[in-house]
Structure formats: C-alpha cells, structure tokens
C-alpha cells in the first residue's frame, strides 16, 4: 500500500466521520427526516447531472422492504479506472471522499457539469450499508460498503448488457433518530419537481413497501412550460401559449444558462419559482432580480413603442408581475448562496446574465406574438389604474379633515352624542324624506343623511375605481361615517379571498363614528334600487362593517290601515289583510281606510318616527354576509333587489321582516 493511500485514507475516515458526528451540517436535520430524504435527493442529483451532461434519461428510485432506497440511472456508469493521485478506482474516491463530487482536480473525473451538493459520499457516511454497482464497458462492477468504508475493492461480477449506475442505501438509524420511515409523498412531490426542471427525463418511483405496487412515472417533454402550466391549473391564463425563454453565456468558469417559462392568468397574485442547478432558491436573488428588472423594461418599451399605454405613464413592475406565473431556472457551474440551505442565490454576474437573455429573447417573443403582448400589457394597464385608484383613495381618507368632526359633509344632520355604540346613522333617500327624519328622529343619538338621487353603481366600477372616489354622494358617504375606505375585495375562485393589497387596508370599523348604519329607503322599486347600490358599495368598499354587523335595513310600513281613530301599519300584504279582517270584527260594514306608502315623503315625521325610527318599537332588518355571498353568488341580493319581480322581492322583504322580529335591534 502506498504512502499517498494510506494518507488519502486517513483522509477520508477522518471526513466520513465529521458527517456521521454532525449530520446535519451535511444533509439537514437527522431527527425530523429532511436528513433521511437529502439523502435521496444527494444521490439522485447525481444521476440527474448525468442526464444534464446528456448521457441519461431515465432514473429508478425503489424504496425496499428493508428500509433501504436505489437509484438507477443509464447512464456512462461511474468510471472504474485507477485514480492517479489516490490509487483506488475513481468509483471508490467518487463514493468515499467529501465533495469528491465536482471537485476533481483532474479534468477527465470531472462529474458532468458538478452541479451539486455534498456528493453521494455524505450519504455513504450515514449508512448503515450500500451497494454501488456500474454497468461500463459491457461489464458490471461492484462494491459495498459500511458507514461509508469499504468492505473491499470495487470488483467486475460479470458481464453487463447496459451503461449505468445503481446505488442502493440503507440508512443508519443511530443516526437517523425519529423519522425510520421513507415518505413516498415527500418523494413523488420533490421528484416530480427534478422531472419539470428536466425536460424529457423519466423519473420513476415504486414503493415496495406497499402490498400493490405500482410504479408512478413523472416525465414532462415540455419542461418548465409544463411545470408552469401546473402552477396555472387552477387559474384561467389569459393567453393559450406559455412564454419559454432559453439563452446562455460563457463566462470564465463555463457557461451559465437561464431558462424562463412564464404565463399570465386573471388571478392577482404572482407566483415565481427560482432554481439554480435545480435547486430551489426559496428567497430568489440575483437571478430573480435580474428577470424582475428585464421584464418590467421589456415590456413597458414595448407597450410605448406600440402606443398601447393610454392613461399610464409607465407600468411598474407590480402591475406588469400581477397574476404572473413563472419558473426561473438556471444552471452555473460555481454559483454563490447567501446561506447553506441555498435559499438565495448571490452570484452577482447571473444578473446581469439574465436581464440581457430575457431582454433579447421576451423582446422577441412580443414582436412574433403581437395578440398575446396584447393581453399582457392590458392586464398591466389594469392593474395599474386600480394601484392608482387604490392610491387615490388612500389620498382621499388621509387628507386632513376627511375623517373627524370639522370635514362631516354639510349634508349631514348630526347627533349629539359621540359614542358610537348608542348613536346611528339613517342613510335616507332624498331631501324630503330627509326633511321628516330630521324632524321625527331622537337628536340625542339619531343622525341623518339625505342622499340626492341614485348613488353610482360602484359593480361597474371595480376596475376604475377613481371614478368611485370622486362621486358626490359617496364621497359624503365615507366622510359621515369617518371610518376611511377600503378597496374592493374580488373573491376569486378556489382561493381564500383577494390577499395583496386590496383587501381592507384603509377602512378601520373600530372609528365608525356610529354603531348603526341604517339605510332608510322607499318601499318601491327605485327605493329597493337605491338601497343595493348603497348597500353594493359598502360590501365592495367597507365590508368589514357588514361583517361586523353594522349595516340594517329600515323596515317603513307599507300600509296604513284605519278605522275610525285606530289606526295600523303593515309590513307586507298579509298583515294587511290580517288587519282589516281584525278591524272588521262585529262591524261588517265598517268603513276601513286603507293608504298605501309609496314614499317615506308620505309619512309626517310622527308617523315615520312610530313606524320605522323609534328603537322601542320599529323592526330593521340586519345585513349579514351571507345576504352576500348565500347560493347564487354575490348577486342574490342584488338581483333580488334590483329586479322588477315585485312579488318576488316583496317576499324576501317579507321573509326578512320575519326573521328581524327574533332580531334585538
Ligand atoms: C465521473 C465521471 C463520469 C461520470 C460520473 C462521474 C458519474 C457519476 C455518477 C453518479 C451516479 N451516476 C453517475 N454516473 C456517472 C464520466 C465518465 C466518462 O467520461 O465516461
């Protein structure tokens, strides 16, 4: 034995040794099982870099019965030749010495490309056993091995009808304390990803554990494209064709390649995944920036040269990157993280690298596909007036005045009290009515708003939302109820709600300035009309009060009935009629006035005070989401109010006065 093996051999116990002590320095933690499964992943890397030097297209990943996990690939198989400076075969130096990986000295050992990790020796280290066998050369090689040492030379067994190589492993479980178990779903999840990063490499998985087993097979020919496809699945893409970007420069270390794939669906939110040697980078970095960077230019030169930006000076980048699905891959041969667990990429030249493959290569894809930039740059063009808008109404709550006493509109008649939790608001429509509310009402703790006319349909308005903050009456609206506004809240489907920042950033219920909010409407159709775009604009603008369950309707009679000096009101037709009849009792010729209100104009201010504003008596009915959002979607009550049916929505009128008598209002 030489000097250089028996040195290169202390060498190596020594390294083993370091990763069986502190495992997860080298693999992840060793008691929550992200150890046991890098150790999958360690050795499949490898057999995926052979796929990427472009020798190998399929791999096998089996999980035993006895604990143990092999990898196959199809490799050139490991090389078997006598390592010059080490005098042991390659295979051996490969599976024994630490980051013998991609770092060979001698360039004809290199692991294609060296893309990764700590290299299948650290996996050696913490097993309890494994077996390497290579098919090279018509020939099949062997060698086992214990926590990482040798039980004897690689040996030939035999003939081989094929290239590759087969590593099977079972891991020590003094090591690996908690987790004992393989999970297949933590395989399948992250192998599908290697095969979305791969095009045309097949991943095949089979547990043999299982009493069926069967073999899933992940193999995606459109690589990225496909991955970002998936990432789509549940969202409507705007445009059919998913952008692929592919480009690479030589730089003094080999070549960095960048793969983009990109697609933009209607949702709001972007989703952007960043690998490099298809590692995931979870916090982005140089890569990221330098495609944030080149598309936002990319696209807004486009837009202007092409003179689609009407009312937008410049599109930023969040408007461009709104409802954005993409897959950022890279390949470096040395490449830089801020941190062990590669989390972010820190190689300052992949950004620039980058910014000029995607300038050239999206600047292209846009001249040859004019409908689609088309679509892009719309979205953009509306996300970035609703960021307008939204900025707007931000503008229009922090303006000095807007929220507390000297900015309440002129309008307003207010009530005496500051506390808010024994003080309402009537939102009543027109100035007559207006003028008996004022009347009639509890000035203590009743406050009135008259609003002229219809209120703007904001449902028609969510995409252009400066057009909501400059109307007169809701601008009235926000001020009365000093409480700020918030931006509309889109639910979209199959997710929570809208999350960025539309979602109730500026309304804050705690500073309505009233515990009730009571819309006080004719009991006719334009009064049904007028309450559901009031009420159309408080859901979409203020939702958070009706969540709170701050919002009633007033419930004004819809008949007078009298005889003599009684006098009755009734709420629907049925109470009514129960009324006459009653009335009618032992005077089958009474004469019974009957009035019916066709505004709350009609009514003195006695009289509207008794029948809808005095909280002793009156019924209201209570504004729940629900109302919103019951089977039929956001336009139940919509429709219903809004429609012309009038049986229909005086049953529902109705069926709400039924449920306010159990109501404490
Ligand atoms: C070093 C050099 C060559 C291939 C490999 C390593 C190799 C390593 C692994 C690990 C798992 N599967 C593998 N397949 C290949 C290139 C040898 C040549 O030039 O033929």
């Known amino acids: ?84 400076d080490f005098g042991i075969s390659a295979a051996e130096v490969i599976m024994t010495k630490l980051h013998a990986g991609g770092k060979f000295d001698n360039d004809s050992y290199k692991v294609s490309g060296g893309l990764h990790g700590v290299g299948v020796s650290a996996v ?22 214990s926590k ?34 393989f999970d297949l779903s933590i395989i399948d999840t992250r192998l599908r990803e290697t095969a979305f990063l791969n095009a045309g490499l097949c991943i095949s998985i089979a547990d043999e554990r299982e009493e069926e087993i069967d073999t899933i097979e992940h193999r995606y020919d459109g690589g990225i494209s496909e991955f970002v496809r998936k990432l789509n699945e549940r969202r409507n893409p705007l445009h059919n ?9 030589e730089i003094e270390l080999g070549t960095v390649e960048v793969e983009v794939a990109l697609q933009w669906s209607d949702a709001y939110n972007e989703s952007v995944l960043c690998y490099t040697n298809i590692i995931r980078n979870h916090d982005g970095g140089t890569h990221l920036s330098g495609f944030k960077t ?59 690298i980058t910014e000029k493959i995607i300038n050239e290569k999206l600047g292209e894809f846009l001249e040859e596909n004019p409908s689609i930039a088309k679509i892009i740059i719309e979205k953009a063009v509306l996300a970035s007036t609703a960021r307008e808008a939204a900025r707007k109404a931000r503008d229009l709550t922090r303006r000095k005045g807007v929220l507390e006493g000297g900015g309440l509109p002129g309008k307003l008649a207010d009530c005496q009290s500051r506390k808010p939790e024994e003080c309402e608001i009537y939102i009543v429509e027109g100035d007559s009515a207006g003028g008996s509310a004022k009347t009639g009402r509890d000035r203590r703790t009743q406050a009135i708003l008259p609003l002229r006319g219809k209120i ?50 500026f309304f804050n219920v705690e500073k309505l300035r009233y515990g009730k909010i009571i819309i006080m409407t004719d009991a006719d159709i334009d009064g049904a009309h007028i309450r559901t775009l009031i009420l159309t604009f408080i859901w979409r603008f203020m939702r958070p009060a009706v969540e709170h369950g701050k919002i009633f309707i007033a419930q004004p009679p819809l008949y ?17 009629d129960m009324h006459i009849a009653e009335l ?69 009128i109705e069926k709400y006065a039924q449920e306010v008598t159990n109501l404490d209002v």
């Open 241 to 249: 064709e998913v952008v692929h970007i592919k480009g690479s420069i």
């Open 124 to 145: 050696n280290a913490v097993s309890e056993w494994m077996v390497m066998t290579i098919y090279r050369d018509g020939r099949t090689w062997e060698q086992a091995y």
């Open 148 to 181: 990482g040492i040798p039980d004897a030379p690689l040996a030939d067994i035999g003939p081989a009808d094929a290239t590759g190589t087969m590593i099977r492993f079972k891991p020590d479980l003094t090591i690996f304390t908690h987790i004992i178990d």
């Open 456 to 505: 703007l349909n904001v449902e028609r308005q969510l995409k252009n939302q400066a057009k909501v903050f400059q109307n007169q009456e809701i601008q009235t609206m926000i001020k009365a109820l000093g409480a700020g506004v918030g931006n509309p809240i889109i639910a979209e489907e199959g997710e929570d709600s809208l999350t960025s920042d539309f979602a109730d950033m």
């Open 584 to 652: 009618k009792v032992g005077h089958e010729n009474a004469k019974i006035g009957i009035q019916r209100y066709k505004g709350l104009g009609e009514m003195n201010p006695e009289q509207l005070w008794e029948t809808t504003m005095d909280p002793e008596t009156r019924t209201m009915l209570r504004v729940t989401a629900e109302d919103f959002t019951d089977a039929g979607g956001d336009s139940q009550i919509f429709s219903t109010l809004m429609g012309d049916d009038v049986p229909e929505r005086r049953a529902f």
């Open 294 to 352: 080149s598309l936002t230019r990319t696209l807004n030169q486009y837009a202007q040269n092409r003179k689609l930006l009407k009312n937008v000076n410049q599109l930023s980048g969040e408007d461009i990157r709104e409802g954005i699905a993409a897959i950022i891959s890279i390949k470096h041969p040395d490449p830089s993280f801020s941190s062990q667990t590669k989390d972010k990429l820190v190689s300052s030249e992949v950004k620039g």
């Open 1 to 84: 034995m030489s000097d250089d093996y028996s040195a290169s051999s202390i060498q190596v116990l020594e390294g083993l040794e370091a990763v069986r002590k502190r495992p997860g320095m080298y693999l992840g933690d060793p008691h929550d099982g992200s150890a046991l499964h890098h150790c999958i992943w360690e050795t499949v890397d490898n057999a995926v870099d052979e796929h990427l030097a472009g020798y190998n297209d399929k791999i096998d990943v089996i999980a035993h019965l006895d604990g143990s996990v092999s990898v196959r690939d199809y490799g050139r198989g490991i090389p078997v030749g006598i390592h010059a």
């Open 560 to 576: 007078q009935v009298a005889r003599g000096r009684q006098t009755r009101y009734a709420f629907s037709d049925a109470e009514r």
